[in-house]
């Protein structure tokens, strides 16, 4: 072992024995929880047992096992378990918790217990940085992301789900039964165990049929549609990685800040959808960085007519890109967007120069819709190109210069989705990273916000870090 070097001498005594602070560097990140915990009022936040019982057994303060959570996701250890090990070997988390060493139920019951201080912890947390004005450009970005549930796509039923289950149970029933039929035929009286087998697993299947019945009568009460034994809350979703199937979970909204990339607002919830989320988040995020003023990105899936109308009602100013739903280009035809709009008439023109005018209104899905119709089509060379019917008609919605004005703002800055991309893509990379590409550890959509709650609180932190060294 010579030129190499050497360790200490494992029963070695030292006359002064080391302090933990000396093991713990002055800019390490335990010291930050230790003092953003130490500086919160956790009964203003809504934390259980700041004021302790005169009787019994003294219990833990609530700002130790909220240090021990918050130092456990940002180091990507989220299970309670795992956490009361850490508490006897780390010695990051010896110095953090005063040598402490919780059980682990006692750590999981604080979580499950605590979710409204939690999640107003996280609230602070934003409210420090907006304090330290982080968030001046008022510029973010909005996206959902999927993340499966403690509730496996068997245990997850809908009426499409239950028919085929029941066709399948009935098909094995009768299989047995021929397979019974054939027995009692065949086989000799000694061998009676296969006839006991086969009568045992008929039972078994018919069992499975009377509970898929109790079921169905329990999703009749569900509005959706869809009911699901382990987690109750959670819902299927599809996913594009998932082709053909769906996985059970809950969608998470959060909205990025552009500047230092960080979470300043999120919701939990099991709506697969992002259509009727953009105006909530949007707002959401507005009172979190506290400005009057702010400009929001996101994808077309946000795309709402109704939802950008709030933003701009509310003064968000908005960059979302339309869906191409319209099927005339791909047919060779003129879509919508190459008729032109003459506001100070009220009227269309057509790609021939001719006047598409007004004629009636309708109510399409709620919305007020102006439609428009060309009555020089039935004599126009290139009809062909532009409808299949007579008449080539336009709807245009009551407040279209709402969406016209989105559509101008994303023509003159044609980076608006890449900056979108950039700020918020690798926010759900980072987090589902942490987690460990699993589901999330507790059920209901209470204690998933609350879980989700801690993982926003550690990623804020981690990042705010990381951008303090740079």
Not at 168 to 182: F, G, M, S, W
Not at 278 to 284: D, F, I, Y
Not at 427 to 454: A, Q
Request: proline share 3%.
């Amino acid at each position: 072992m010579k030129r190499y070097i050497q360790g200490e001498e494992r029963s070695q005594v030292t006359l002064l024995a080391e302090c933990l602070d000396d093991y713990i560097a002055e800019d390490n990140t335990v010291r930050v929880v230790d003092v953003f915990v130490d500086e919160l009022n956790l009964a203003d936040l809504g934390f259980d047992g700041i004021a302790p019982a005169i009787t019994g057994r003294p219990s833990y303060h609530p700002s130790v096992l909220l240090k021990l959570y918050i130092y456990g996701y940002l180091n990507r250890i989220q299970s309670s378990r795992r956490l009361e090990r850490e508490c006897q070997r780390n010695v990051e988390l010896m110095w953090l918790t005063g040598r402490l060493a919780p059980d682990f139920k006692t750590i999981a019951d604080f979580r499950k217990d605590n979710g409204k201080g939690i999640r107003n912890a996280c609230k602070r947390f934003v409210g420090l940085c907006r304090e330290l004005k982080l968030f001046t450009q008022s510029v973010v970005a909005i996206d959902g992301s999927k993340i499966k549930a403690d509730n496996n796509r068997e245990r997850n039923y809908t009426q499409g789900k239950i028919e085929r289950r029941e066709r399948e149970l009935e098909e094995n029933i009768q299989r047995y039964l021929d397979a019974l039929e054939t027995a009692d035929r065949t086989q000799p009286v000694e061998l009676q165990a296969k006839t006991d087998r086969l009568h045992d697993k008929i039972t078994k299947l018919r069992q499975k049929m009377k509970d898929l019945q109790e079921i169905k009568a329990q999703l009749q009460t569900q509005p959706d549609g869809q009911i699901s034994l382990t987690d109750p809350d959670a819902r299927a979703m599809t996913t594009h990685s998932m082709k053909g199937t769906a996985m059970v979970g809950y969608k998470v909204q959060t909205v990025v800040d552009a500047q230092h990339h960080l979470i300043v607002a999120y919701e939990v919830t099991n709506s697969g959808s992002d259509r009727s989320q953009l105006s909530r988040m949007a707002l959401a995020a507005r009172e979190a960085i506290g400005t009057p003023e702010l400009q929001a990105f996101a994808d077309r899936g946000y795309y709402s007519s109704l939802e950008i109308k709030a933003c701009d009602d509310a003064g968000i100013t908005t960059y979302v890109p339309k869906p191409m739903t319209s099927t005339a280009k791909a047919h060779g035809r003129y879509a919508k967007d190459d008729f032109i709009y003459i506001a100070n008439v009220d009227e269309y023109q057509c790609p021939q120069g001719n006047r598409v005018t007004y004629r009636f209104t309708t109510t399409e899905d709620g919305l007020q819709m102006r439609a428009y119709l060309c009555s020089a089509c039935p004599t126009c060379l290139i009809k062909a190109q532009c409808t299949t019917s007579k008449y080539r008609r336009i709807r245009r919605w009551e407040h279209e210069e709402v969406a016209d004005a989105v559509q101008r703002r994303l023509e003159q800055k044609p980076d608006a989705m890449m900056l979108r991309k950039r700020t918020i893509e690798h926010v759900f990379g980072t987090l589902k990273h942490w987690m460990g590409w699993t589901h999330f550890l507790t059920r209901g959509m209470e204690n998933v916000s609350t879980e989700m709650s801690l993982n926003v609180l550690a990623y804020n932190l981690g990042s705010l870090r990381f951008q303090c060294n740079k």
